[in-house]
Nanobody, 115 residues
Protein backbone atom coordinates (compact mmCIF):
# COMPACT_ATOMS: atom_id res chain seq x y z
CA UNK A 1 0.00 0.00 0.00
CA UNK A 2 1.40 3.36 -1.06
CA UNK A 3 1.08 6.19 1.43
CA UNK A 4 1.94 9.84 0.86
CA UNK A 5 1.92 12.18 3.84
CA UNK A 6 2.25 15.93 3.28
CA UNK A 7 3.20 18.63 5.74
CA UNK A 8 4.26 22.25 5.73
CA UNK A 9 1.19 24.15 4.61
CA UNK A 10 -0.02 27.27 6.33
CA UNK A 11 -1.07 30.87 5.99
CA UNK A 12 1.40 33.48 4.77
CA UNK A 13 1.38 36.93 3.23
CA UNK A 14 2.12 37.66 -0.39
CA UNK A 15 5.84 37.61 -1.10
CA UNK A 16 6.67 35.15 1.65
CA UNK A 17 7.88 31.56 1.34
CA UNK A 18 6.77 28.10 2.43
CA UNK A 19 8.24 24.62 2.05
CA UNK A 20 6.02 21.60 1.63
CA UNK A 21 7.22 18.10 2.40
CA UNK A 22 5.84 14.72 1.36
CA UNK A 23 7.02 11.42 2.81
CA UNK A 24 6.37 8.35 0.68
CA UNK A 25 6.09 4.74 1.82
CA UNK A 26 5.18 1.52 0.05
CA UNK A 27 6.84 2.66 -3.15
CA UNK A 28 10.28 2.15 -4.68
CA UNK A 29 11.17 5.79 -4.28
CA UNK A 30 14.28 5.47 -6.42
CA UNK A 31 12.25 4.83 -9.56
CA UNK A 32 9.07 6.76 -8.83
CA UNK A 33 8.22 10.07 -10.45
CA UNK A 34 6.88 12.35 -7.73
CA UNK A 35 4.73 15.40 -8.24
CA UNK A 36 2.85 18.20 -6.52
CA UNK A 37 -0.62 19.19 -7.65
CA UNK A 38 -2.90 21.88 -6.32
CA UNK A 39 -6.60 22.50 -6.29
CA UNK A 40 -8.15 25.89 -5.63
CA UNK A 41 -11.82 26.19 -4.58
CA UNK A 42 -14.11 25.55 -7.52
CA UNK A 43 -11.24 24.64 -9.84
CA UNK A 44 -9.71 21.47 -11.20
CA UNK A 45 -6.68 19.85 -9.64
CA UNK A 46 -3.64 20.85 -11.67
CA UNK A 47 0.00 19.88 -11.86
CA UNK A 48 2.39 22.29 -10.15
CA UNK A 49 5.72 20.48 -10.47
CA UNK A 50 7.11 17.01 -10.97
CA UNK A 51 10.48 15.35 -10.53
CA UNK A 52 11.55 12.16 -12.24
CA UNK A 53 13.65 9.43 -10.69
CA UNK A 54 16.77 10.82 -12.32
CA UNK A 55 16.07 14.33 -11.09
CA UNK A 56 14.60 15.92 -14.20
CA UNK A 57 11.98 18.47 -13.28
CA UNK A 58 8.94 20.05 -14.91
CA UNK A 59 6.96 23.07 -13.73
CA UNK A 60 3.72 24.72 -14.64
CA UNK A 61 4.22 28.12 -16.23
CA UNK A 62 2.49 29.82 -13.32
CA UNK A 63 5.17 28.77 -10.82
CA UNK A 64 8.35 28.70 -12.93
CA UNK A 65 11.11 30.70 -11.30
CA UNK A 66 9.28 30.82 -7.95
CA UNK A 67 8.86 27.17 -6.93
CA UNK A 68 11.50 24.43 -6.72
CA UNK A 69 10.82 20.72 -6.42
CA UNK A 70 13.46 18.43 -4.97
CA UNK A 71 13.74 14.96 -3.48
CA UNK A 72 15.73 13.19 -0.77
CA UNK A 73 16.30 9.52 -1.53
CA UNK A 74 17.58 8.71 1.95
CA UNK A 75 14.29 9.69 3.57
CA UNK A 76 11.86 9.03 0.69
CA UNK A 77 10.80 12.65 0.72
CA UNK A 78 9.89 15.16 -1.93
CA UNK A 79 9.84 18.88 -1.25
CA UNK A 80 8.25 21.93 -2.81
CA UNK A 81 10.01 25.17 -1.96
CA UNK A 82 7.62 28.02 -2.72
CA UNK A 83 8.92 31.57 -2.86
CA UNK A 84 7.39 34.92 -3.79
CA UNK A 85 3.98 33.50 -3.03
CA UNK A 86 0.93 35.16 -4.53
CA UNK A 87 -2.73 35.10 -3.47
CA UNK A 88 -3.47 33.03 -6.57
CA UNK A 89 -1.24 30.28 -5.16
CA UNK A 90 -3.89 29.67 -2.50
CA UNK A 91 -5.00 26.05 -2.80
CA UNK A 92 -4.84 22.61 -1.29
CA UNK A 93 -1.56 21.05 -2.37
CA UNK A 94 -1.38 17.30 -2.99
CA UNK A 95 1.58 14.98 -3.29
CA UNK A 96 1.21 12.43 -6.10
CA UNK A 97 2.83 9.40 -7.62
CA UNK A 98 1.71 6.86 -10.20
CA UNK A 99 2.59 3.33 -9.07
CA UNK A 100 1.21 -0.18 -9.40
CA UNK A 101 -0.81 1.08 -12.34
CA UNK A 102 -2.80 3.69 -10.45
CA UNK A 103 -2.58 7.20 -9.08
CA UNK A 104 -1.81 7.74 -5.42
CA UNK A 105 -2.53 10.98 -3.54
CA UNK A 106 -1.71 12.39 -0.17
CA UNK A 107 -4.38 13.90 2.05
CA UNK A 108 -3.49 17.43 0.97
CA UNK A 109 -2.17 20.43 2.82
CA UNK A 110 -3.73 23.89 2.71
CA UNK A 111 -1.71 26.88 1.56
CA UNK A 112 -3.32 30.28 1.98
CA UNK A 113 -1.65 33.45 0.74
CA UNK A 114 -3.13 36.77 1.79
CA UNK A 115 -2.56 40.02 -0.05
Amino acid sequence: QVQLVESGGGMVQAGESLRLSCTASGVNFRIATMAWYRQAPGKERRLVAEIAAGGNTNYSDSVKGRFTISRNYAYNRVFLQMSSLKPEDTAVYYCHTAYYGRNWWGQGTQVTVSS
